[in-house]
Each structure stands twice: as C-alpha cells, then as structure tokens.
C-alpha cells in the first residue's frame, strides 16, 4: 500500500542552525513527492516539488529536498533556520495509480528557539 | 485577492446539527478537493470534484454531502454531526485532475466543533 512516513514528530532547532527533516515513502511506481508547510491557523503553501530530472529541488524561502531512490526518501533541508520557519512540515506523495491523489504524512511540527 | 476561500472559519456546533462549509476558488482550476485534518494533524483526502463530476469519494460516511454548483466551488454538507467530526476541514484545487504533478492550492481551513 502507498505510504508516506514522517518519523520525526517534533523537531526543536536554534535559529541559524540547519535543519534536515524526513520523510519516507512506499510508492511502486515513480513517485511524485511533494513538501508543504502548514503555518499556524494557515492553510498548507506549497514548498518544492519533484517528479523527474535532478534530485535535488530547490523551492521557495531557502529549502531545498533531495530525492534518494534507493532509499525511497524525500528529505527537506535548510542550510540556516529562521524564527519564522516555526511551522508544521508535510510530505506528500502523489499517486498515479487509479485516480490521483495526494497521500501525506503525519506531520512534522518544527520549534525554533531564538 | 484569496485564492482559495472557505466559509466559516470557525464552526462550534450540537451533535445532530446540519452544517454547511463553502469553498470558492479564484483560480481558473478544474478539479477541487476536501480533506479532513484531524486532532493529531493527519490530513486525509475526502473528495474530489472535476468540472463539477465526483471523482474521488474516499469511503466517507453517507452523512457528508459534497455539492458543486460549478467549477469555481465545491461546499461540504454534514448531516447529523457527531463528536467524531470535529476536525480542521481542507478545501484545495488544483488546474488538472490527470495531472500528477500538479500542485495542489490549499484553502486556510474550517475548524469544526463538535459538542
């Protein structure tokens, strides 16, 4: 069955540090993954997407995801973390299979201390 | 200009109440979708509309009415609220339904109570 794992709940940063947040998938065919941030009391924006080509993503406010076939990962990162970035991190991947969809993981709420 | 809208924002409500959430979107798309965001954040697909067809129905109770007057809005009938169904409401369009890779536009969600 097509999944998307987030195994990181909660992840708590100081501002300037990096950050690495991860996800997992199980998809049969080529997937298409995409990171959405959810600001509090906000809707989901879309951060970066990948389908084919370079996997390595850049997307907007400074994040970037790279994209591990072989071991079917989809990991967001950013070089230097800002107090703004507090938010909630989704991965997503889209299924074409049948009717498409997108399926999410469970989430990952970032903390950034100052 | 808001993209995606949804109305209310926030709905409190009685158990066996009917409720109505509205969703507009201002972006020219084909096909649109409900989620269901429950307390621990998972959000899970409920419908899909495209040029107004029911697409996506995922084994969601009888009691939730997807309605799609035309392309522009999709709203979201519940009848006889339970406990069960307090969530965060999602609506989303997106311009293609047979288009994998097109991303999705998110509405700011309707915070549901159920009491």
């Known amino acids: 069955a097509q999944s998307v794992t987030q195994p990181d709940i909660h992840i708590t940063v100081s501002e300037g540090a990096s950050l690495e947040l991860r996800c997992n998938y199980s998809?049969?065919?080529?997937?298409?993954l995409f990171w959405y941030v959810q600001s509090p009391g906000q809707g989901l924006q879309l951060l970066l997407k990948?389908?084919?080509?370079?996997?390595l993503v850049q997307g907007i406010k400074g994040f970037e995801a790279e994209f591990k076939r072989s071991q079917s990962s989809f990991n967001l990162r950013k070089p230097s973390v800002h107090w703004s970035d507090a938010a909630e991190y989704f991965c997503a991947v889209g299924t074409t299979s049948g009717t498409y969809k997108y399926i999410f993981g469970t989430g990952t709420r970032l903390k950034v201390l100052a | 200009d808001t993209a995606v809208s949804q109305t209310p924002k926030y709905l409190v409500t009685q158990m066996g109440n009917d409720k109505s959430i509205k969703c507009e979107q201002n972006?020219?798309?084909?096909?649109m979708y409900w989620y269901k965001q429950d307390s621990k954040k998972f959000l899970k697909i409920m419908f899909s509309?495209?040029?107004?067809?029911?697409?996506i129905n995922e084994t969601v109770p009888n009691r939730f009415s997807p309605k799609s007057p035309d392309k522009a809005h999709l709203n979201l009938h519940i009848n006889s609220l339970e406990l069960g169904d307090s969530a965060v409401y999602f609506c989303?369009?997106?311009?293609?339904?047979?288009?994998?890779?097109?991303?999705?536009?998110f509405g700011p969600g309707t915070r549901l109570l159920v009491l």
């Open positions: 972006l020219g798309h084909d096909t």
């Open positions: 509309y495209n040029n107004k067809e029911l697409i």
């Open positions: 990948y389908f084919s080509g370079d996997t």
């Open positions: 989303a369009s997106s311009p293609d339904l047979a288009g994998p890779q097109e991303t999705q536009y």
């Open positions: 998809y049969g065919a080529t997937p298409y």
